[in-house]
């Protein structure tokens, strides 16, 4: 008989069948109704009552396209169409070969162990079964999110004039001619930076300190989605002007989050799942990238050996971290593979298991920020685990007037945020399934790579793998000056090791991007870093914008006749000398990094480049994400065939 709502039955005397029958209640709502089979058999006499026996049904009106009657499995997906924004299981059942056949074969294989089914339902899910919210999840990232824009821009607005402004190392507006002398108007879409428009260093500041200004609002709720698309347009813009010292894994997360967060305003689910594939890709491909790249210090387990004294700013922790007996570092090495390659994948599963996962991710990065400092990088990355837990795990810590507001502003998926969040699926669900393909097997899925070279200049997609090679020794290099030649004098940078007795130091969420680029510049040698020549030219003219980078000016009253770089090895003091001086560090000098020089010499022509100390292991943090995404006058990442301006346009 016709029904004005389609009908679920069901075996009321299942009590597994009722508690999943209240958690689709609580889904759909008055859009369908529930009734056991007992009293709604005699309703339907053209259903033998052992098909109800067999199987819960759904039965729909005639006018519901998709079909009548279905049973088993098909019944609960077809179910679904009725709740909001779950449609797409029932797509996949319909769609997706091997679904309904696996749907079934478990549906077949639970259903005749009921007892198998409330075991599994608690384990998973937990009982009282409640449908999940994300409104208070949401709610809490985007105020977290606004916390780390603010940090980073302001990072960024107290650093640009002394990285890139007109008296900085590398000045945006030399770059941006180089760019557009090269690639001619493909330079506006290789590089998409407002500051076409405008790179002065008014224009800089301007846009630094807008985005702190822009942070602060989606921070505490106001003009949230205008704030948040003008936050990702600024960053982008900045992430392009800052050259190499933007050339960081943490920059293209925290674009790939914003660009996410934007949508995350029209309340749809499907940006919910987005986020915890980000997530997982971030986790796994970390793991990858350390398994393919072969490096034996993680295939022997001694990575931890060397890690917390080589890496570029060691915490105060680190130290002691550092001396730990080998079996530790050993057993902490095999866990970092085991959370990055296994442990991952709980991101995909249900609630419980999904929530250990996040608490596993939490710790993990925990100790990373108590050992090294990252500046936002590990703060984003727990910010991220938001996403595997539900309201359900906030509600009992937020005061319940917040919970309440909250819930009272949520927004409500329409069909414009559902349709608008399905065409962002439809880029970033590929492009990041071909970002976890190419790694592991050397190639791009077909067509996918076409469309990942597309929508790669906005940076909204990003490969991710940290550490994939452990450096073994820690070269430094110290720049000094002299009026005389004979008294040399050094620049001490705020955070990198510099003065052997200087305790170590936390920064985060601080980002001093000269000292990690200095990091770099160690391994790689002047070579391949021709911006080092930019910079002790910039400290022969006393550029006040590049002394403010340095913690130090040893010639506070005019500028040095002569500069240069030495090369020294670091290494964590032993216990018995911190005990007696407190200095972390013991260092042996190398040699010479940057010859000394004077500003006659640069008046003469471009410096003749030392030659690198040797092939040192790339741990940059950025791994492929700049070859791809940004035109750097002096990438040593890039793949074939990608087009980009040769090292002389900048030097």
Known sequence: MPQPRPTLVFDGDCGICRTWVEYWRA????????????????????????????????????????????????????????????????????????????SEGAYTFLSRRRGLLSFLTRLLWGIPLEPERYQLVSWLFLRGLGLIYVAAFYSLAVQVLGLVGSDGIVPLSEYLAAAHAGLGSAAYWRLPTLFWFNSSDTALIAATWAGVALGALVTI?????????????????????????????????????GFLAIFLTGGSRFVVWLYRLLLFRFVFLSGVVKYVSGDPTWRHFTALDYHFWTQPLPSPLAWYAGHLPHAVLAAMT?????????????????????????????????????????????????????????????????????????????????????????????????????????????????????????????????????????????????????????????????????????????????????????????????????????????????SKPVLALFSTNPFPGHPPKYVGAELFDYH????????????????????????????????????????????????RPTAAVSARRQLKPDSRRASPGDKRLPPEAMS
């Open 221 to 257: 709720g106001i003009f949230v989605r205008p704030a948040l698309i003008a936050l990702y347009v600024l960053y982008l813009s900045c992430v392009y002007a800052g050259q190499i010292f933007f050339n960081f894994q943490w920059d293209m997360l925290l674009l790939e989050s």
């Open 334 to 542: 095999a866990g970092t593979l085991i959370v990055e390659l296994f442990l991952a994948f709980l991101i995909f599963l249900p609630r419980r298991p999904r929530a250990i996962g996040a608490f596993i991710i939490l710790a993990f990065q925990l100790g990373i920020v108590a050992t090294g400092s990252y500046n936002f990088f590990n703060l984003l990355t727990m910010l991220l685990c938001l996403f595997l837990l539900d309201d359900a795990a906030l509600r009992s810590v937020l005061p319940c007037g917040l919970v309440a507001r909250v819930y009272l502003r949520a927004p409500r998926p329409g069909r414009t945020a559902t349709v608008l969040a399905t065409l962002l699926a439809l880029i970033v669900v590929p492009v990041g399934l071909n970002l976890i393909w190419e790694p592991l097997t050397g190639r791009n899925l077909p067509v996918v790579g076409t469309l990942a070279e597309a929508v790669s200049p906005f940076a909204i997609v990003n490969p991710y793998g940290v550490f994939a090679v452990m450096t073994t020794t820690r070269p430094e290099i110290v720049i000094e000056g002299s009026d005389d030649g004979k008294t040399w004098r050094a620049y001490d940078l705020p955070y990198k090791p510099g003065p052997v007795e200087r305790p170590l130091s936390w920064n985060i969420p601080y980002q001093p991007r000269l000292d990690w680029q200095l990091w770099f510049a160690a391994f790689e040698g002047l070579g391949r870093n021709l911006w080092i020549e930019r910079l002790m030219l910039r400290l022969l003219e006393g």
């Open 572 to 619: 964590f003091s032993d216990p018995d000398l911190k005990a007696k001086t407190g200095q972390p560090w013991v260092r042996r000098l190398q040699g010479n990094y940057f010859p000394r020089v004077s500003l006659g010499d640069f008046a003469r022509g471009p410096l003749k480049s030392a030659a690198p100390p040797g092939p040192g292991p790339d741990r």
């Open 27 to 102: 889904l759909t709502g008055d859009a369908v109704v529930y009734r056991p089979y007992q009293e709604a058999a005699a309703d339907f006499p053209a259903i033998p009552v052992e098909d109800f026996q067999r199987a819960m049904t759904f039965i729909e009106p005639d006018t519901k396209p998709g079909g009548r009657v279905t049973a088993g499995a098909a019944a609960t997906f077809r179910l679904l169409t009725y709740a909001p924004s779950r449609s797409a299981w029932w797509w996949l059942y319909s769609n997706v070969p091997g679904v309904a056949f696996l």
